[in-house]
Protein backbone atom coordinates (compact mmCIF):
# COMPACT_ATOMS: atom_id res chain seq x y z
CA UNK A 1 0.00 0.00 0.00
CA UNK A 2 2.65 2.46 1.11
CA UNK A 3 4.55 1.91 -2.62
CA UNK A 4 1.53 2.34 -4.08
CA UNK A 5 0.88 5.91 -2.48
CA UNK A 6 4.22 6.61 -3.22
CA UNK A 7 4.05 6.12 -7.07
CA UNK A 8 0.44 7.95 -6.82
CA UNK A 9 2.24 10.92 -5.05
CA UNK A 10 5.10 11.05 -7.57
CA UNK A 11 2.94 11.36 -10.34
CA UNK A 12 0.60 13.85 -9.19
CA UNK A 13 4.06 15.76 -8.43
CA UNK A 14 5.16 15.22 -11.93
CA UNK A 15 1.57 16.00 -13.16
CA UNK A 16 1.39 19.49 -11.72
CA UNK A 17 4.39 20.76 -12.51
CA UNK A 18 5.09 19.90 -15.46
CA UNK A 19 6.17 22.40 -18.10
CA UNK A 20 3.81 21.03 -21.07
CA UNK A 21 0.79 21.07 -18.60
CA UNK A 22 0.87 25.10 -18.76
CA UNK A 23 -1.54 27.10 -21.50
CA UNK A 24 -2.92 24.10 -22.74
CA UNK A 25 -4.89 25.63 -25.79
CA UNK A 26 -6.32 22.76 -28.46
CA UNK A 27 -7.58 23.77 -31.81
CA UNK A 28 -9.04 22.07 -34.57
CA UNK A 29 -10.91 21.91 -37.83
CA UNK A 30 -14.05 20.11 -39.21
CA UNK A 31 -15.72 19.47 -42.54
CA UNK A 32 -19.56 18.30 -42.81
CA UNK A 33 -20.95 16.70 -45.75
CA UNK A 34 -22.21 19.80 -47.50
CA UNK A 35 -18.30 21.04 -47.17
CA UNK A 36 -19.49 23.68 -44.41
CA UNK A 37 -15.81 24.44 -42.59
CA UNK A 38 -15.81 24.77 -38.61
CA UNK A 39 -13.20 25.86 -36.44
CA UNK A 40 -13.64 24.67 -32.80
CA UNK A 41 -10.24 26.14 -30.17
CA UNK A 42 -9.81 25.97 -25.83
CA UNK A 43 -8.17 28.36 -24.27
CA UNK A 44 -6.51 27.76 -21.35
CA UNK A 45 -4.41 30.56 -19.02
CA UNK A 46 -3.22 30.61 -15.33
CA UNK A 47 -4.25 34.52 -15.52
CA UNK A 48 -7.65 35.52 -15.62
CA UNK A 49 -8.02 37.07 -19.29
CA UNK A 50 -10.93 38.73 -19.18
CA UNK A 51 -11.85 38.63 -22.74
CA UNK A 52 -14.43 40.93 -25.00
CA UNK A 53 -15.93 39.49 -28.43
CA UNK A 54 -15.38 42.63 -30.23
CA UNK A 55 -16.89 43.38 -33.69
CA UNK A 56 -14.92 45.56 -35.72
CA UNK A 57 -16.17 46.84 -39.10
CA UNK A 58 -13.72 47.14 -42.37
CA UNK A 59 -12.09 50.63 -42.84
CA UNK A 60 -10.23 50.65 -39.33
CA UNK A 61 -7.18 52.41 -39.92
CA UNK A 62 -3.95 50.85 -37.54
CA UNK A 63 -0.25 51.47 -36.42
CA UNK A 64 1.73 48.59 -34.80
CA UNK A 65 3.74 50.21 -32.13
CA UNK A 66 7.34 49.89 -31.73
CA UNK A 67 8.43 50.41 -28.21
CA UNK A 68 10.11 53.02 -28.64
CA UNK A 69 6.90 54.82 -29.92
CA UNK A 70 7.57 55.03 -33.44
CA UNK A 71 5.45 53.46 -35.98
CA UNK A 72 5.48 50.03 -37.57
CA UNK A 73 3.21 48.41 -39.90
CA UNK A 74 0.56 50.43 -40.86
CA UNK A 75 -3.02 49.42 -42.79
CA UNK A 76 -6.55 50.38 -43.24
CA UNK A 77 -8.29 47.18 -42.41
CA UNK A 78 -9.95 45.74 -45.60
CA UNK A 79 -12.30 42.99 -44.02
CA UNK A 80 -14.68 43.19 -41.10
CA UNK A 81 -14.01 41.12 -38.55
CA UNK A 82 -14.99 39.25 -35.34
CA UNK A 83 -12.13 38.62 -32.77
CA UNK A 84 -11.47 38.04 -29.18
CA UNK A 85 -9.22 40.43 -27.08
CA UNK A 86 -7.59 39.28 -23.91
CA UNK A 87 -6.05 41.30 -20.88
CA UNK A 88 -7.79 45.23 -21.62
CA UNK A 89 -5.44 44.83 -25.34
CA UNK A 90 -6.68 45.15 -28.43
CA UNK A 91 -5.24 42.01 -29.47
CA UNK A 92 -6.88 39.61 -31.33
CA UNK A 93 -6.21 36.44 -29.79
CA UNK A 94 -8.60 34.37 -31.76
CA UNK A 95 -11.29 35.26 -34.87
CA UNK A 96 -12.71 35.30 -38.24
CA UNK A 97 -13.39 37.75 -41.08
CA UNK A 98 -16.08 38.40 -43.57
CA UNK A 99 -13.81 35.89 -46.19
CA UNK A 100 -14.23 33.39 -43.84
CA UNK A 101 -10.34 33.54 -43.26
CA UNK A 102 -10.11 32.13 -39.64
CA UNK A 103 -7.17 33.01 -36.79
CA UNK A 104 -5.86 31.24 -33.63
CA UNK A 105 -2.79 32.49 -31.33
CA UNK A 106 -2.47 29.65 -28.88
CA UNK A 107 0.91 29.45 -26.51
CA UNK A 108 4.49 28.27 -27.97
CA UNK A 109 6.37 28.18 -24.61
CA UNK A 110 10.26 27.02 -25.20
CA UNK A 111 9.94 27.27 -29.05
CA UNK A 112 8.63 30.95 -29.86
CA UNK A 113 11.87 33.25 -30.88
CA UNK A 114 10.80 36.35 -32.45
CA UNK A 115 13.46 39.37 -33.49
CA UNK A 116 14.29 42.40 -31.73
CA UNK A 117 12.30 45.70 -32.41
CA UNK A 118 14.07 47.25 -35.56
CA UNK A 119 15.79 50.19 -35.72
CA UNK A 120 15.23 50.12 -39.66
CA UNK A 121 12.85 49.85 -41.81
CA UNK A 122 9.91 50.05 -39.69
CA UNK A 123 7.38 50.53 -41.98
CA UNK A 124 7.35 46.41 -42.20
CA UNK A 125 7.65 45.94 -38.30
CA UNK A 126 5.36 44.20 -36.36
CA UNK A 127 4.90 43.14 -33.23
CA UNK A 128 3.63 39.30 -32.43
CA UNK A 129 0.41 40.24 -31.17
CA UNK A 130 -0.40 42.72 -33.41
CA UNK A 131 0.13 39.84 -35.91
CA UNK A 132 -3.48 38.06 -35.54
CA UNK A 133 -5.50 41.03 -36.32
CA UNK A 134 -3.10 42.06 -39.68
CA UNK A 135 -3.88 38.97 -41.39
CA UNK A 136 -7.55 39.42 -40.41
CA UNK A 137 -8.08 42.56 -41.38
CA UNK A 138 -5.81 42.30 -44.80
CA UNK A 139 -6.43 39.02 -46.26
CA UNK A 140 -9.23 36.49 -47.60
CA UNK A 141 -6.69 33.43 -48.29
CA UNK A 142 -4.04 31.59 -46.93
CA UNK A 143 -1.97 31.88 -50.48
CA UNK A 144 -2.28 35.84 -49.83
CA UNK A 145 -0.99 35.22 -46.06
CA UNK A 146 2.11 32.68 -47.50
CA UNK A 147 2.99 35.71 -49.59
CA UNK A 148 2.46 38.28 -47.23
CA UNK A 149 4.76 37.05 -44.10
CA UNK A 150 8.37 36.59 -45.28
CA UNK A 151 8.07 40.22 -45.96
CA UNK A 152 7.56 41.71 -42.16
CA UNK A 153 9.65 41.63 -39.64
CA UNK A 154 7.77 40.56 -36.71
CA UNK A 155 9.21 41.32 -33.64
CA UNK A 156 8.75 39.81 -29.96
CA UNK A 157 6.38 42.19 -27.47
CA UNK A 158 6.81 42.42 -23.78
CA UNK A 159 3.41 42.11 -21.93
CA UNK A 160 3.62 43.73 -18.69
CA UNK A 161 0.48 42.27 -17.45
CA UNK A 162 2.65 39.12 -17.85
CA UNK A 163 5.74 40.37 -15.58
CA UNK A 164 7.15 41.84 -19.16
CA UNK A 165 7.65 38.01 -21.09
CA UNK A 166 7.54 38.35 -24.47
CA UNK A 167 4.41 36.30 -25.28
CA UNK A 168 5.51 32.83 -26.90
CA UNK A 169 3.01 32.08 -29.77
CA UNK A 170 2.52 30.37 -32.70
CA UNK A 171 -0.82 30.53 -35.08
CA UNK A 172 -3.31 28.70 -36.86
CA UNK A 173 -4.72 30.44 -40.29
CA UNK A 174 -7.63 28.91 -42.15
CA UNK A 175 -9.53 30.07 -45.09
CA UNK A 176 -13.18 29.25 -46.14
CA UNK A 177 -12.87 26.26 -47.73
CA UNK A 178 -10.73 24.39 -44.67
CA UNK A 179 -7.12 24.55 -45.98
CA UNK A 180 -5.23 25.48 -43.51
CA UNK A 181 -0.91 26.30 -42.00
CA UNK A 182 0.50 26.39 -38.91
CA UNK A 183 3.02 29.49 -38.57
CA UNK A 184 6.14 29.50 -36.44
CA UNK A 185 8.86 31.43 -35.75
CA UNK A 186 11.33 29.76 -33.82
CA UNK A 187 15.75 30.03 -33.64
CA UNK A 188 15.27 28.80 -36.99
CA UNK A 189 13.48 31.62 -38.33
CA UNK A 190 9.59 31.69 -40.08
CA UNK A 191 8.21 28.04 -40.98
CA UNK A 192 4.85 27.69 -42.29
CA UNK A 193 3.42 24.04 -42.01
CA UNK A 194 0.26 22.68 -43.80
CA UNK A 195 -2.08 22.26 -40.85
CA UNK A 196 -3.33 18.63 -40.33
CA UNK A 197 -5.94 19.80 -38.75
CA UNK A 198 -4.93 20.21 -35.85
CA UNK A 199 -2.68 22.36 -33.26
CA UNK A 200 -2.23 22.71 -29.67
CA UNK A 201 1.09 23.84 -28.16
CA UNK A 202 4.58 22.64 -27.98
CA UNK A 203 6.85 21.05 -29.13
CA UNK A 204 7.09 22.38 -32.65
CA UNK A 205 4.65 21.50 -35.15
CA UNK A 206 6.21 18.81 -37.20
CA UNK A 207 7.30 16.60 -34.11
CA UNK A 208 3.47 16.46 -33.59
CA UNK A 209 2.45 15.51 -36.68
CA UNK A 210 5.35 12.71 -36.60
CA UNK A 211 3.65 11.60 -33.54
CA UNK A 212 0.94 10.95 -35.00
CA UNK A 213 2.24 7.72 -36.30
CA UNK A 214 2.81 6.37 -33.14
CA UNK A 215 -1.07 6.48 -33.37
CA UNK A 216 -2.40 5.29 -36.31
CA UNK A 217 -3.81 2.09 -35.26
CA UNK A 218 -6.50 3.52 -33.09
CA UNK A 219 -10.09 2.88 -34.79
CA UNK A 220 -13.54 3.68 -34.21
CA UNK A 221 -14.73 -0.27 -34.25
CA UNK A 222 -14.17 -2.35 -31.74
CA UNK A 223 -11.50 -5.18 -31.47
CA UNK A 224 -12.54 -8.70 -32.18
CA UNK A 225 -11.98 -11.40 -29.88
CA UNK A 226 -8.84 -12.86 -29.20
CA UNK A 227 -9.02 -16.94 -30.08
CA UNK A 228 -5.85 -18.85 -27.91
CA UNK A 229 -6.37 -22.56 -27.21
CA UNK A 230 -9.55 -22.57 -28.45
CA UNK A 231 -10.92 -19.91 -25.93
CA UNK A 232 -12.37 -16.52 -26.94
CA UNK A 233 -11.11 -13.14 -25.19
CA UNK A 234 -13.19 -10.70 -25.44
CA UNK A 235 -12.12 -6.96 -25.15
CA UNK A 236 -14.02 -5.41 -22.06
CA UNK A 237 -16.85 -2.86 -23.11
CA UNK A 238 -17.03 -0.79 -25.96
CA UNK A 239 -13.75 1.60 -27.54
CA UNK A 240 -11.26 -1.27 -27.10
CA UNK A 241 -9.87 0.29 -31.05
CA UNK A 242 -9.19 3.59 -29.12
CA UNK A 243 -7.22 1.69 -26.37
CA UNK A 244 -3.92 3.80 -25.67
CA UNK A 245 -5.76 7.11 -26.84
CA UNK A 246 -4.21 9.51 -24.35
CA UNK A 247 -5.93 10.93 -21.69
CA UNK A 248 -3.63 13.39 -20.37
CA UNK A 249 -3.89 17.19 -20.77
CA UNK A 250 -0.46 17.78 -21.96
CA UNK A 251 0.54 19.09 -25.39
CA UNK A 252 1.11 16.16 -27.52
CA UNK A 253 -1.45 13.81 -25.65
CA UNK A 254 -4.18 16.50 -26.46
CA UNK A 255 -3.20 17.12 -30.25
CA UNK A 256 -3.50 13.22 -30.51
CA UNK A 257 -6.66 13.15 -28.73
CA UNK A 258 -8.74 16.01 -30.93
CA UNK A 259 -7.50 14.30 -34.40
CA UNK A 260 -8.42 11.24 -33.34
CA UNK A 261 -11.84 12.30 -31.79
CA UNK A 262 -12.13 14.76 -35.53
CA UNK A 263 -11.06 11.95 -37.75
CA UNK A 264 -13.28 9.11 -36.06
CA UNK A 265 -16.34 10.75 -35.29
CA UNK A 266 -19.45 11.35 -37.58
CA UNK A 267 -19.23 14.58 -39.28
CA UNK A 268 -23.06 14.53 -40.20
CA UNK A 269 -24.68 17.13 -43.04
CA UNK A 270 -24.57 20.14 -42.22
CA UNK A 271 -22.88 23.33 -40.55
CA UNK A 272 -25.14 22.47 -37.55
CA UNK A 273 -24.15 18.91 -37.03
CA UNK A 274 -20.38 19.90 -36.79
CA UNK A 275 -21.04 22.71 -34.14
CA UNK A 276 -22.93 20.39 -32.27
CA UNK A 277 -19.52 17.70 -32.56
CA UNK A 278 -17.13 20.89 -31.86
CA UNK A 279 -19.03 21.09 -28.43
CA UNK A 280 -18.06 17.26 -27.41
CA UNK A 281 -14.82 17.40 -28.59
CA UNK A 282 -14.01 20.35 -26.75
CA UNK A 283 -15.58 19.13 -23.83
CA UNK A 284 -12.74 16.19 -24.31
CA UNK A 285 -10.32 18.77 -23.65
CA UNK A 286 -11.60 20.59 -21.31
CA UNK A 287 -9.28 21.26 -18.01
CA UNK A 288 -11.16 22.77 -14.57
CA UNK A 289 -10.06 24.62 -12.24
CA UNK A 290 -7.17 22.82 -9.96
CA UNK A 291 -6.29 20.10 -12.40
CA UNK A 292 -3.37 21.45 -13.97
CA UNK A 293 -1.30 23.35 -11.26
CA UNK A 294 1.97 25.39 -11.50
CA UNK A 295 4.31 27.21 -8.71
CA UNK A 296 6.17 30.46 -8.84
CA UNK A 297 7.86 32.64 -6.13
CA UNK A 298 5.16 30.84 -3.77
CA UNK A 299 2.04 31.44 -5.74
CA UNK A 300 -0.17 28.73 -7.08
CA UNK A 301 -1.25 28.94 -10.56
CA UNK A 302 -4.00 27.27 -11.85
CA UNK A 303 -3.91 26.84 -15.60
CA UNK A 304 -7.67 25.84 -17.01
CA UNK A 305 -10.32 26.56 -19.98
CA UNK A 306 -11.35 30.19 -19.68
CA UNK A 307 -13.48 30.03 -23.03
CA UNK A 308 -14.31 27.99 -25.75
CA UNK A 309 -15.11 29.51 -28.89
CA UNK A 310 -16.74 27.83 -32.17
CA UNK A 311 -16.18 29.71 -36.06
CA UNK A 312 -19.10 28.41 -38.40
CA UNK A 313 -16.55 29.89 -41.60
CA UNK A 314 -19.36 28.76 -44.10
CA UNK A 315 -22.02 31.15 -42.42
CA UNK A 316 -20.16 33.61 -40.61
CA UNK A 317 -20.97 33.01 -37.17
CA UNK A 318 -18.85 33.09 -34.09
CA UNK A 319 -20.19 30.71 -31.07
CA UNK A 320 -18.73 31.11 -27.67
CA UNK A 321 -18.67 29.83 -24.01
CA UNK A 322 -17.05 30.55 -20.84
CA UNK A 323 -15.86 28.70 -17.63
CA UNK A 324 -18.70 30.31 -15.84
CA UNK A 325 -21.48 29.79 -18.23
CA UNK A 326 -21.19 26.74 -20.66
CA UNK A 327 -24.02 27.49 -22.36
CA UNK A 328 -23.13 28.45 -26.12
CA UNK A 329 -23.89 31.85 -27.46
CA UNK A 330 -23.51 33.28 -30.72
CA UNK A 331 -22.67 36.07 -33.04
CA UNK A 332 -24.02 36.46 -36.31
CA UNK A 333 -21.42 38.80 -38.70
CA UNK A 334 -24.60 38.29 -41.41
CA UNK A 335 -26.95 40.59 -39.46
CA UNK A 336 -24.01 43.37 -38.64
CA UNK A 337 -23.21 46.27 -40.75
CA UNK A 338 -19.68 45.36 -41.31
CA UNK A 339 -19.05 48.50 -43.97
CA UNK A 340 -16.83 51.28 -43.00
CA UNK A 341 -20.12 53.22 -41.83
CA UNK A 342 -20.52 50.25 -39.20
CA UNK A 343 -19.59 50.77 -35.70
CA UNK A 344 -17.73 48.85 -33.40
CA UNK A 345 -19.43 46.52 -30.93
CA UNK A 346 -18.08 45.07 -28.10
CA UNK A 347 -18.83 42.20 -25.45
CA UNK A 348 -17.71 40.63 -22.10
CA UNK A 349 -16.89 36.95 -22.47
CA UNK A 350 -17.54 36.10 -18.95
CA UNK A 351 -21.02 36.93 -17.59
CA UNK A 352 -24.82 36.14 -18.13
CA UNK A 353 -25.35 34.14 -15.95
CA UNK A 354 -24.85 29.77 -14.86
CA UNK A 355 -26.41 29.04 -18.32
CA UNK A 356 -29.16 26.93 -16.25
CA UNK A 357 -32.46 27.01 -17.36
CA UNK A 358 -35.23 26.18 -14.84
CA UNK A 359 -37.84 23.64 -16.23
CA UNK A 360 -39.60 23.04 -13.07
CA UNK A 361 -43.23 25.03 -14.02
CA UNK A 362 -43.08 23.40 -17.31
CA UNK A 363 -43.79 20.12 -16.13
CA UNK A 364 -46.91 18.33 -17.27
CA UNK A 365 -48.69 15.69 -15.70
CA UNK A 366 -47.91 12.24 -17.48
CA UNK A 367 -51.50 10.75 -18.80
Known amino acids: M ?40 SM ?60 GELYFPGEAKFVEPPKKNKSKAISNLDLPLYILQNF ?9 LPQLTVWGEQLEVLNNIVVPVHYAVYQSDGKGIVIEYTDQGLTIFDSVGV ?10 VTNLRNYVDLNAENVPPAVIDGVSFA ?14 PTPPSRFVRAAAIAYLSEKGDTAAD ?22 EDGETFHDYTQWVVIKDLTNKILYYRS ?22 LKFP ?15 KADE
Not at 6 to 22: D, E, K, V
Not at 140 to 148: D, L, Q, R, W
Request: hydrophobic share 35%; net charge neutral; charged share 20%.
Open 2 to 41: RTVFLYISILLILFSTSPLSANACTEFRLTSKDNSVVIGR
Open 44 to 103: EFAQKLNSNVIVQPKGEKRTSKLPDGSNGKEWTSKYGVIYLDGFGLDIAADGFNEAGLSV
Open 140 to 148: ATIKEVKKE
Open 199 to 208: MTNSPRYDWH
Open 235 to 248: GTGQGTGLKGIPGD
Open 274 to 295: IVNLSEHILNNVDIPIGLVRDF
Open 323 to 344: YENMSLRSVDMNKLDMSSNGKR
Open 349 to 363: VNGLGSGVVDITSEL
